[in-house]
């Protein structure tokens, strides 16, 4: 099955816009009222099936190609390599 290694690049952003786009991409966990109320907030790769292989570099489909567009939206760096994988499991 076709799938693609997608890097991100975000060096040329600064540390609180690197910070608020992994929680756009990554999605994460909200706090509030003293711990009292845990929330998992989305992000954009939280409904598709994907590989993490390390700090901004992940495995995806390539039926999911849409999610890079959304990606470079935030203004991030994208590279994208090309692969021939089994099924995610």
Do not use: W
Request: with cysteine; glycine share 6%; charged share 30%.
């Amino acid at each position: 099955m076709k799938a693609k290694i997608v890097c991100l690049d975000m060096k040329h952003l600064t540390r609180s816009k690197q910070s608020r786009n992994s929680q756009k991409i990554y999605g994460y966990k909200d706090v509030s009222n003293h711990r009292k109320y845990n929330y998992y907030r989305e992000g954009i790769l939280s409904d598709i099936p994907r590989i993490i292989l390390g700090r901004g570099v992940f495995v995806i489909y390539e039926k999911d190609k849409l999610v890079i567009n959304k990606i470079k939206d935030l203004g991030v760096g994208v590279k994208t390599y090309m692969i021939s994988i089994k099924k995610f499991s």
